[in-house]
């Protein structure tokens, strides 16, 4: 009841109305203010990561109080402290707090001097038998493309244990590039209005994040688990550059400790920058009924991706491909992924969470399917090149797995030998997919992939321009056997359910994302059974 009641109050703003600048002490004098709103993240069952930031400081340390109860009221303290916080730290303020009870529904706030911030909410994770589990996944939040109501929806259950972010949180483009042709009619123009290069620039990107009153109510609502994608630094990043760096933007490794200071700093998430030492793969765990291994598939270990060159024949492609000095991981990540799902074999499922897709995806002939003369996001040249090298099937794109094919196999086999149960939750793609993981030359799936689609991202249908809609998903999914959805041209977001019996995965998708006005619907529904992985994904 008191769950419920605390959403009905998010939802229609009187808890941020009566708390957000309201003075415990009648300081209405005050110069600041948590403008960011709050959030929680990296839950234990002890602990979790409180977030928020203080607006108004000029240079001076700041003292900020912070609360946590079992009531919204807020008048059963469980913990309770204070911290301070300057401009070394972009008056962030990140507390991890411990001696929390296991499994609770907790609520938080944090008080500046006599001004109270809004109210959070979060939930620390439950020990021994645990009969369900239920986490929205979420990815690719572009704020200039459009608004985010897959958050508002989100924010408004009652019933998710944790919103699971597999990256690109946010963008790095700036206004007149890359998805913001609508920024300025939708009042959504990037701040600063450049491409973020700087620790300056980074902080000031996630400051106007943090202001769009759904993300707000999305992180008030429910804790995050949270790993970066390449945008919260700079397009299919690795670990010794990027597509969009060049000379021109300065050091490489100085922008990327710039925008990884900047995540840490902006983000409830444990640990602490430390350049390209940072570690942001880690584990969680629900109790016996399953584990959670948030992977970095993109900064810490990932070698440069390949490149295919048109007229390329197949056996050159797969040479290419399955080259074994090519990881994506890094030989650290991967010895830890293996003890991680080791430790994970006395729940009933493994959760690998990571940001780029898994499954081979074969690219279909795109000659018959698409209008090369029609709108497209993509210049001209790039896609006619697209256009010619479809001709022989290859890998849909190289920035995924696919183009780490070796290295996936290592995956799937560690998969088979050291999981009983293992699910695959990835992102990146700016499409619903899911698909069975096999083995080369196997006819079993050794694991199951669920893919959640962006939030605002643009997907297939902005750089594809097809003759006839849903061909290219078609002829995709007609080509890939191993796929049993894709549903490239809504966005919204993907909810797993599991159980001691069933893993569940449902795409709740948006009809409109450039509107104020829009619906929400269930596209799908797709399950696995515990203990028959090897029988694949089926319809529920």
């Not at 109270?116 to 996944?137: D, H, N, W």
Request: proline letters at 5%.
């Amino acid at each position: 009841m008191i769950r419920r009641r605390f959403v009905h109050l998010l939802v229609s703003g009187i808890l941020f109305a009566a708390l957000g600048l309201k003075s415990r002490r009648g300081d209405a004098a005050s110069p600041y203010s948590f403008k960011h709103g709050v959030a929680s993240g990296d839950p234990l069952a002890d602990g979790v990561i409180l977030w928020t930031r203080v607006s108004g400081g000029k240079g001076e340390s700041v003292r900020v109080d912070w609360q946590v109860a079992t009531d919204a009221a807020m008048r059963v303290v469980v913990r309770s402290g204070y911290v301070e916080t300057d401009a070394r730290r972009d008056y962030t303020v990140k507390v991890d707090v411990r001696g929390l009870p296991s499994g609770t529904q907790l609520f938080y706030q944090f008080v500046v001097a006599g001004i109270a911030s809004p109210l959070g909410a979060s939930r620390t994770l439950p020990v021994g038998e645990v009969s369900a589990a239920r986490f929205a996944v979420v990815s690719c939040a572009s704020y200039p493309t459009g608004y985010f109501h897959a958050y508002r929806e989100i924010a408004n259950r009652s019933d998710l244990d944790a919103v699971v972010h597999l990256g690109d949180y946010l963008y790095e483009y700036g206004l007149g590039e890359y998805a913001t042709e609508h920024a300025e009619e939708l009042g959504r123009i990037p701040s600063p209005t450049h491409e973020i290069t700087s620790l300056a620039d980074y902080r000031s990107r996630h400051a106007q994040y943090k202001t769009d009153r759904d993300l707000q109510a999305m992180h008030a609502m429910h804790a995050v688990i949270a790993v970066w994608d390449d945008h919260e630094i700079a397009n299919d990043c690795w670990r010794g550059g990027a597509h969009n760096h060049d000379p021109g933007e300065g050091r490489w490794g100085k922008r990327r400790d710039a925008a990884i200071q900047a995540y840490f700093e902006w983000m409830p998430i444990r640990g602490e920058a430390r350049g390209k030492r940072t570690k942001i793969f880690r584990e969680f765990r629900y109790g016996d009924l399953l584990s959670l291994t948030m992977l970095d598939t993109r900064v810490y270990g990932r070698d440069k991706q390949p490149a295919l060159a048109a007229g390329m024949q197949n056996d050159e492609i797969h040479r290419v491909l399955f080259d074994s000095g090519r990881r994506l991981l890094g030989k650290r990540q991967e010895r830890w992924l293996r003890e991680s799902l080791s430790r994970g074999q006395d729940t009933t499922w493994q959760v690998v969470a990571q940001q780029v897709l898994v499954s081979p995806v074969r690219a279909p002939d795109l000659e018959p399917l698409i209008d090369p003369d029609g709108p497209s996001m993509m210049p001209r040249e790039v896609l006619d090149n697209n256009i010619v090298m479809s001709k022989n099937n290859p890998p849909l794109l190289l920035d995924t797995w696919d183009g780490y094919a070796a290295a996936r196999e290592d995956l799937l086999a560690d998969f088979k030998e050291m999981a009983t149960n293992p699910i695959v939750l990835s992102g990146d793609l700016h499409t619903s997919i899911a698909g069975n993981l096999l083995l080369q030359g196997e006819d079993d799936p050794v694991a199951v992939e669920f893919v959640t689609t962006s939030i605002t991202s643009p997907g297939f249908a902005e750089y594809l321009p097809e003759r006839h809609p849903g061909a290219v998903r078609d002829a995709t999914l007609e080509l890939n056997p191993n796929l049993r959805y894709m549903e490239t041209d809504r966005r919204g977001w993907l909810c797993m359910t599991l159980t001691a019996v069933e893993c569940t995965g449902e795409w709740h998708l948006l009809d409109d994302v450039g509107s104020t006005e829009y619906t929400s619907s269930i596209d799908r529904r797709l399950s696995v059974a515990a203990g028959k992985i090897a029988n694949g994904l089926y319809d529920s």
